[in-house]
């Protein structure tokens, strides 16, 4: 029975184009929320009762994970990029589980010893992204069917703080104790929808003539293409990270932000605003769809990231003058930076590859920027927590709001102009909007 099935839905997968991209949208979504769930609901907790030990406080707890985060990126930079697709399936399901064990432990070990176990569980989630795209790329609908990934990461950010203050404040559950029964919770969840992306068919043939065979790409690949674009990368990467500071910062402080805007504000808050977020999001990312020619998809991409990186710069303006709350400048920002933030993890570097003509993966693209962002993210905050400085987070969040503003506008218009110049055909192929390639 499970066999005929099996066959049945693969077909269908072929046969159905819109049944195949509900079917990825679905599945990437799911999964990569789940593996949120082993992440995220920890920051819901205030861990005041190691207040007086430094390395049980929860910016050492944050600093703890997000390093063991940023080394997952680093590396999945060779791990991601050389994967092969007969490993995928049992390699993420290893890496939660490791995750999940290392929740429990975190649980249970003294005061002094939960941030070891708090790296060690952010130590193999970093490299989940990567595996559920790499079952997404390559495609004529990457662009909408790997929004998925980034929306779920918009979503269950907000829910799974409102879940774990839920489980704390509802439950009665202890807040160290948390986090890992959410993880037990959505295990049968994650593995449903890892079924789901082991079922997915890979690229068609007319795929393959529009996006270009996705191959995985050794260390003299990675070093042969870093060379030949080298400063268009590096633009990429810088502005990739000041989003991924900013992100970060605004997504880990969430709960003490809304105590200095309004500390009456109601858990619900981070998942009502991060839905709106989401769901203005996924509608922009289906209009990628609609272009099919290479030149014009990245050039509406670099569009549309340079106008998340406005949005942001507007929007806290709006906020410090007064003309907007802060329930709205929560996701007028949020709007901003995922509408810059998302089309760089799912779309930018996918057209890139295909307008440069080159073999290799997005995946290794989008860990060298995650790691760096990360690289830069933890040093940040690394530095501000032992030099003991008193954060105000609004007041450093608004600062960080203009200046991922600026420097990305600049770092992205200079990577722009570096590639349109990289290539002389370029101007030919975009005043021939019917040239797939």
């Not at 992440?39 to 944050?62: N, Q, T």
């Amino acid at each position: 029975m499970f066999r005929i099935s099996k066959q049945y839905l693969e077909g269908q997968l072929v046969k159905n184009k819109g049944f195949f991209m509900l079917w990825c949208f679905v599945a990437s979504f799911g999964a990569y929320f789940s593996m949120y769930a082993f992440r995220k609901p920890f920051s819901a907790g205030l861990f005041d009762e190691g207040d007086d030990l430094f390395i049980a406080s929860k910016a050492f707890f944050i600093i703890a994970q997000v390093m063991g985060y940023m080394c997952s990126k680093f590396i999945g930079i060779k791990v991601i990029s050389e994967l092969k697709g007969k490993h995928r399936v049992i390699f993420i399901i290893s890496l939660i589980v490791f995750s999940e064990i290392a929740l429990l432990f975190f649980a249970w070990s003294p005061l002094h010893l939960k941030f070891i176990f708090l790296f060690m569980n952010g130590l193999p989630l970093g490299m989940v992204w990567g595996i559920v795209f790499s079952f997404l790329e390559g495609r004529k609908v990457t662009e909408f069917i790997a929004s998925g990934l980034c929306i779920s990461a918009i979503i269950s950010s907000g829910f799974l703080k409102s879940f774990g203050r839920y489980f704390i404040e509802i439950l009665g559950v202890n807040e160290y104790w948390m986090p890992v029964l959410i993880g037990l919770v959505f295990i049968p969840f994650f593995l449903f929808f890892v079924w789901m992306l082991w079922l997915i068919p890979p690229p068609l043939a007319e795929d393959i003539a529009l996006k270009k065979k996705r191959v995985p790409m050794m260390k003299k690949d990675r070093r042969r293409f870093l060379k030949k674009y080298k400063i268009g990368i590096l633009m990429l990467v810088a502005s990739y990270a000041m989003l991924s500071i900013f992100r970060d910062f605004r997504d880990n402080f969430s709960v003490e932000i809304w105590a200095e805007m309004n500390a009456n504000a109601d858990f619900s808050v981070f998942l009502e605003t991060e839905t709106v977020v989401g769901i203005v999001v996924v509608l922009c990312m289906g209009l990628f769809t609609i272009f099919k020619n290479n030149a014009n998809g990245l050039i509406a991409t670099y569009l549309i990231i340079a106008l998340g990186f406005l949005l942001i710069i507007s929007s806290t303006l709006f906020f410090e003058s007064n003309y907007i709350s802060p329930y709205t400048w929560m996701i007028a920002s949020g709007i901003g930076l995922y509408l810059s933030y998302v089309p760089f993890q799912v779309v930018i570097y996918e057209k890139l590859i295909a307008w440069l003509n080159e073999k290799g993966n997005a995946g290794f693209l989008m860990y060298l920027s995650d790691s760096t962002g990360y690289l830069f993210a933890v040093s940040i905050l690394t530095f501000t927590e032992f030099l003991s400085w008193e954060i105000d987070w609004l007041d450093f969040i608004i600062k960080t709001a203009y200046l991922t503003g600026i420097l990305g506008v600049v770092q992205l218009v200079i990577s722009f102009v570096y590639f349109m110049k990289r290539d002389t055909k370029t101007k030919s192929i975009i005043l021939s909007p019917y040239e797939n390639n």
